[in-house]
């Protein structure tokens, strides 16, 4: 007798899509830096001239600065030509970072002092402040931020003189995406608006929109290439003026270097390299190009120190 046929009973796996808790959402970045990515590739630190920074630590939390700075500046003029003037500065820094306190302060020879302060109040809140006093008048301003991290929300209340008042907010809604709001109101130039916010980010891209009423239409898209490359592309209108500017840009980290760079719709080229020649010593060139104004603008400097 023929021994019966076996059959395989089992039914295929289907496989299921991970439920998203939607009570345990990631906390979402500072409504400020929502663009932060696409901004360290668009929006390197340029310069003009030479640059020579010197930073020396006292102890763990105590650090002196000393930055020395000699090219031209240029003045507000109504023709289409760039006015520069030749100038040069020395500034006085003092720094204490500490777990729960940074205070940071510094001294321009033009007379000109900047402060800022971050304190952790709790584990939630953090007081931020910043203040740049100067002898020209109605040039020295203060702002002052309380800022609240919740389990899957921020929020921010603003301060400052000119009494100028804002306030934000932004939601992580899925493990992705999240979504803000902000509100101000300038009551020295009687101006009042309000802005919404997109972001969604993942480990290869972050794609973030903004729209403001003050006329502003921001959106900046930032993909991953691998862990040492970045490309990033940024898009900005002003409905108000109907001014219209968009750029690429990339960021490169290799063994000893950092390379940025962009080019916009402006015909403006930019370029920043930031070379470590040893431990505490680093090597700067900047680089701009603008070829409608036919502005151009070439610096290096040493940063010494870490």
Not at 91 to 110: C, H, I, Q, S, W
Request: contains cysteine; hydrophobic residues 35%; proline residues 4%.
């Amino acid at each position: 007798m023929a021994a019966p046929t076996s059959f395989n009973t089992t039914k295929p796996t289907v496989e299921t899509k991970e439920k998203v808790d939607y009570f345990n959402l990631p906390c979402p970045i500072p409504y400020e830096e929502m663009h932060r990515e696409a901004l360290m590739s668009l929006k390197p630190e340029v310069f003009e001239g030479m640059r020579f920074d010197f930073t020396k630590g006292i102890n763990q939390k105590f650090a002196l600065s000393h930055s020395v700075f000699m090219g031209p500046t240029e003045i507000p003029s109504q023709s289409s030509e760039t006015i520069k003037i030749p100038t040069a500065h020395y500034e006085f820094g003092a720094n204490y970072l500490d777990p729960k306190l940074m205070l940071l302060g510094r001294v321009l020879t033009d007379g000109r002092v900047n402060a800022r302060v971050k304190c952790d109040l709790s584990d939630n809140l953090i007081l931020k402040a910043n203040a740049q006093l100067t002898s020209e008048p109605h040039m020295s301003h203060c702002m002052v931020n309380f800022d609240y991290k919740g389990k899957d929300y921020r929020s921010q209340f603003q301060l400052g003189n000119g009494a100028l008042f804002g306030a934000n907010y932004i939601q992580s809604v899925t493990p992705n995406l999240s979504l803000g709001g902000e509100v101000f109101w300038a009551g020295q130039h009687r101006k009042s608006g309000v802005g919404y916010a997109a972001r969604y980010s993942t480990d290869k891209m972050v794609a973030t929109g903004q729209v403001a009423s003050t006329g502003i239409v921001a959106l900046s898209y930032v993909q991953k290439v691998s862990e040492k490359v970045s490309l990033a592309s940024d898009f900005m209108y002003n409905y108000m003026s109907r001014d219209v500017t968009a750029s690429f840009g990339y960021d490169y980290i290799l063994r000893q270097c950092r390379l940025r760079g962009k080019i916009d719709s402006n015909g403006c080229v930019t370029s920043f390299l930031e070379e470590r020649l040893n431990m505490g010593l680093n090597f700067i060139l900047s680089a701009e190009i603008d070829h409608r104004k036919k502005d151009y603008k070439f610096g290096f400097g040493l940063t010494v120190g870490e």
